[in-house]
């Protein structure tokens, strides 16, 4: 067990869920916390996906059991099992860390993410403000409501499948069924709407903090902050509030393909990636392939040895595939992102359109080609057609052809030329909210100012 330093403002808990685009979010909050003056320890997962303490040598790391050690935590499959059984076996262990470490009288609040709700059950018990903390958007979390009110009413599944394509009551009015994050055409399980349910209660936690921006998600904001009745802080872009970069990356990032990209013209390379944790068949991978070859462009492709089911990399890859392509493209396991797409050099990104990836393209005004696979990715994909105007989708059976047309429309066409003028323009409007007097800027401020008035409630008592 590591030594706490002794705090400056007061100290923080973070716990962080272990995957990426959850644990990324939660400590670039940790370090923008770190720097307004708190002291910042992570209570993470021991067994799955543990951060590296090296790699935030200004934390304090306290690993608690998770009970998975020699269980397979890689299958999107099981999710829900790891979820439920990490709820349920991290409670005394979390309580134990606290007490053993003489922390209670020391925390200001712990702060955990949403999927960890047993954190508040935890936090009640040692009589400590929890704060809920979620890596998305409000509009995702209303998505969840609007699946359970239909449930409750009797509604699902829906009897036709051409009701798919009609939009969502109480939703914004684009939201169709089929961008829903569970699919609403098969009956939904008890298990899974107890899921939603444990998911969407914030429960006692005395504020909500969102990785999500004003401008891009104030109906929704406004919406969630009447229903809940507690401050709501959105803080997003989150990574560009912290004052410097951090290392948050679960896998080692391959940062020769920043040299390969200083070898290109401006906005002449396609960047694609499909994340953490999308996984795709074989007859998909060579439909990919053959769409980025045979579309003439430049390429930098994250392919991730767990990417592609079956194979331990890039064996899958069609016949001559390699050979076509050797000049004109680069293939990696894992890519320094936010550097690739504030690279110059970079002029689409091929996307899964996780909401971190989503900002992180924004935030760069990069135009999207999006490729959703399941959770809040199809609502993203919509916005950023239909409502932000930055993005195309690819169809749910991806081909060659449509691959291939894609990225012309986006590298070469008017189009996209049109799309990267609107997604630099969303881009100037995001800068100002993380700059002084911009909204997410006064909302980190306000959090500061709130987490420092729970400190000393505590200390009052």
């Known amino acids: 067990m590591e030594t706490l330093e002794t705090p400056k403002a007061g100290?923080?808990?973070?716990v962080p869920f272990p995957l990426q685009g959850h644990l990324t979010p939660m400590?670039?909050?940790?370090?923008?916390?770190?720097?307004?003056g708190f002291s910042i320890v992570i209570a993470h997962t021991q067994h799955f996906n543990p951060p590296n303490p090296t790699n935030h040598p200004e934390f304090t790391f306290f690993p608690i059991s998770d009970g998975l050690s020699g269980r397979d935590t890689s299958s999107?499959?099981?999710f829900l099992e790891i979820i439920s059984a990490i709820n349920?076996?991290?409670?005394?262990?979390?309580?134990?860390?606290?007490?053993?470490?003489?922390?209670?009288g020391q925390i200001g609040c712990i702060i955990y993410d949403s999927l960890m709700y047993f954190v508040d059950d935890v936090a009640h018990q040692l009589k400590l403000p929890s704060i809920f903390f979620r890596a998305t958007t409000?509009?995702?979390?209303?998505?969840?409501?609007?699946?359970?009110?239909?449930?409750?009413?009797k509604m699902l599944p829906l009897p036709a499948e051409s009701q798919l394509q009609e939009p969502v009551p109480e939703l914004h009015s684009i939201l169709r069924y089929q961008d829903l994050p569970i699919s609403v055409s098969s009956k939904i399980s008890k298990t899974l709407i107890e899921f939603i349910k444990n998911f969407s209660n914030i429960r006692s936690s005395v504020a909500v903090i969102w990785n999500s921006v004003e401008m891009l998600d104030h109906s929704a904001l406004q919406q969630l902050q009447h229903q809940y009745q507690v401050p709501c802080f959105p803080l997003g872009p989150i990574h560009k509030l912290s004052p410097s970069p951090s290392q948050t990356s679960l896998l080692p990032e391959d940062?020769?393909?920043?040299?390969?990209?200083?070898?290109?013209a401006p906005k002449s390379v396609l960047y694609v990636s499909l994340g953490s944790l999308a996984t795709m068949g074989d007859k998909e991978l060579v439909e990919t392939a053959w769409g980025i070859a045979n579309s003439g462009q430049r390429f930098l492709w994250v392919v991730r040895p767990s990417s592609v089911?079956?194979?331990?990399?890039?064996?899958?890859?069609?016949?001559?595939?390699?050979?076509?392509?050797?000049?004109?493209?680069?293939?990696?396991?894992w890519a320094p992102q936010k550097r690739v797409l504030a690279h110059w050099a970079v002029g689409g990104f091929l996307s899964h359109c996780g909401w971190n990836s989503t900002l992180e393209s924004i935030c760069e005004g990069v135009p999207m080609i999006c490729?959703?696979?399941?959770?809040?990715?199809?609502?993203?994909?919509?916005?950023?057609?239909?409502?932000?105007?930055?993005?195309?989708?690819?169809?749910?059976?991806?081909e060659r052809e449509s691959v291939e047309k894609a990225i012309r429309m986006v590298m070469v066409d008017e189009l996209g030329n049109e799309m990267r003028h609107t997604a630099v323009e969303m881009k100037g409007k995001l800068e100002l909210s993380v700059r002084k007097d911009g909204s997410s800027y006064r909302s980190l401020d306000e959090l500061v100012e709130f987490i420092i008035s729970l400190i000393h409630t505590q200390k009052m008592n």
């Not at 400590?27 to 307004?36: D, E, Y």
């Not at 134990?96 to 209670?104: E, P, T």
């Open 255 to 264: 940062t020769t393909c920043i040299t390969w990209l200083d070898k290109h």
């Open 309 to 333: 089911n079956g194979s331990d990399w890039i064996e899958c890859l069609p016949d001559g595939f390699a050979e076509l392509t050797r000049e004109r493209g680069l293939i990696v396991k």
């Open 76 to 78: 999107t499959g099981n």
């Open 27 to 36: 400590l670039q909050l940790g370090t923008i916390l770190h720097s307004r």
């Open 11 to 14: 100290v923080v808990v973070l």
């Open 88 to 104: 349920t076996n991290c409670i005394q262990p979390l309580v134990k860390c606290i007490m053993m470490n003489k922390l209670q």
């Open 138 to 153: 409000a509009l995702y979390m209303q998505s969840y409501y609007a699946v359970l009110a239909l449930e409750e009413k």
């Open 371 to 398: 490729r959703p696979c399941f959770g809040d990715q199809m609502m993203n994909a919509r916005f950023l057609v239909h409502v932000w105007k930055m993005g195309i989708e690819l169809g749910k059976v991806v």
